[in-house]
């Protein structure tokens, strides 16, 4: 049978569409394509408190593996502790909870895509499945449109040999040497003697040497007296951070599907933090009306582009993070940020920062030079050509 919606990509993006259009549009007649045999990957998204409205949170509840109600940052002259709340979503419970609350027949799990168009997808196999509306939802796409810095990480779920005494996520521990960038080290405290910890990297480029990141956690783990018994599993990525680009550009070089998600450039501009942007995305397209790709990616277009004007500011600032002093000095322009009143970084991190808000955080004495501040903020993208 022909369905109305192929959703193609079974991570946040999608996962959470799913889920809405279930609870919400039992009507649209959809389908959840992944290549992998589960749902989510293996990845961990967190997000604070104050980024979704207590509806949002209602809603996605049953997701959250973890919560705290604080959070710690650390910096090599500065240490604070934070009241906002802070939650994670762990990839093994985001496919328990959708296997559970999805219809198991509209769950195309191990169908790997060979090619997707408007009016379906053809599987690695040869078979093929057509539908009235494509949604791409594999994930970031490399595009010379865009202007990008990268934050990149290694994590590992560890379990030690006695508890590790955290009771909340140390979000940024800055302390550690600074290399390749702006560098911290993340850490949630999962159980007593479980630790999510990541080596992280604010960087110009996308190489993530592995084998040299697995060691930096092992000098961090001994550093603060964590002896690791045994590595649970392990998580990398590389995230993209805008600094600008021509978003009309990017828009045209779709050329199937309707992208959602990081696809669709839709996730926070400086921190790289994707669920709020997916949760707000779930309700906007649970509303939409599915009759063709051409006319969903249009609509899709329109909102992007609305969240990038709004977001001019967050590529601003990080030209000044990433072009505005030596790689091994961005630790200062964070250093300073924490020093702000949390309720601005609370409304930093939901992307809904006021004019004032903007004032406060350019003003004072810079962490980085004047003038090179001043340039890259002015600063162009560089050249690029139009995708064939």
Do not use: C
């Not at 010379?144 to 990149?152: D, E, M, T, V």
């Not at 001994?222 to 990017?250: C, F, K, M, N, S």
């Not at 790709?293 to 582009?305: C, D, F, G, N, W």
């Amino acid at each position: 049978m022909r369905p109305e919606l192929l959703i193609v990509g079974g991570g946040l993006a999608g996962g959470l569409l799913a889920l809405r259009l279930a609870e919400t549009r039992p009507e649209v007649d959809w389908r959840l394509v992944e290549a992998e045999p589960r749902l989510g990957g293996n990845h961990t998204w967190s997000f604070h408190q104050p980024d979704l409205t207590p509806a949002q949170h209602a809603w996605i509840e049953p997701l959250v593996a973890h919560r705290w109600p604080g959070y710690e940052v650390r910096f090599p002259h500065r240490r604070r502790h934070l009241g906002s709340g802070y939650a994670s979503i762990s990839a093994e419970r985001f496919d328990e909870v959708l296997r559970t609350r999805l219809p198991a027949e509209r769950l195309l799990l191990g169908h790997a895509v060979a090619r997707l168009e408007d009016d379906g997808v053809v599987f690695a196999d040869g078979s093929a499945l057509q539908a009235s509306v494509v949604i791409d939802a594999r994930g970031p796409r490399s595009d010379p449109a865009l202007w990008l810095g990268y934050q990149k990480f290694l994590g590992q779920e560890v379990r030690l040999a006695r508890p590790h005494g955290l009771a909340e996520p140390i979000v940024m521990d800055a302390t550690v040497n600074q290399l390749d960038g702006y560098r911290f080290v993340y850490s949630l405290p999962l159980a007593p003697d479980r630790l999510l910890i990541e080596d992280t990297y604010y960087a110009d480029g996308e190489s993530l040497p592995v084998e040299r990141l697995r060691q930096h956690l092992r000098d961090y783990a001994d550093h603060q007296g964590w002896e690791i018994a045994e590595v649970l599993r392990e998580e990398q990525g590389v995230l993209p951070i805008t600094l600008g680009g021509d978003l009309e550009h990017y828009w045209r070089n779709v050329k199937a599907g309707a992208p959602i998600g990081l696809a669709a450039g839709l996730f926070h501009p400086t921190t790289g933090y994707s669920l709020p942007e997916a949760v707000q995305l779930a309700e906007h397209l649970a509303a939409q009306a599915f009759t063709s790709t051409e006319a969903l990616r249009h609509s899709l277009h329109a909102y992007a582009q609305r969240r990038w004007q709004r977001q001019g500011f967050f590529r601003l600032l990080n030209r000044m993070l990433f072009l505005a002093g030596r790689p091994e000095h961005r630790v200062r322009v964070m250093q300073r940020f924490y020093g702000l009143g949390e309720p601005l970084i609370q409304r930093f991190y939901a992307g809904r920062l006021t004019a004032f808000d903007r004032l406060r955080i350019l003003s004072g004495k810079p962490p980085v030079p004047l003038k090179p501040a001043l340039d890259a903020a002015l600063a162009r993208p560089p050249q690029f050509k139009e995708a064939p």
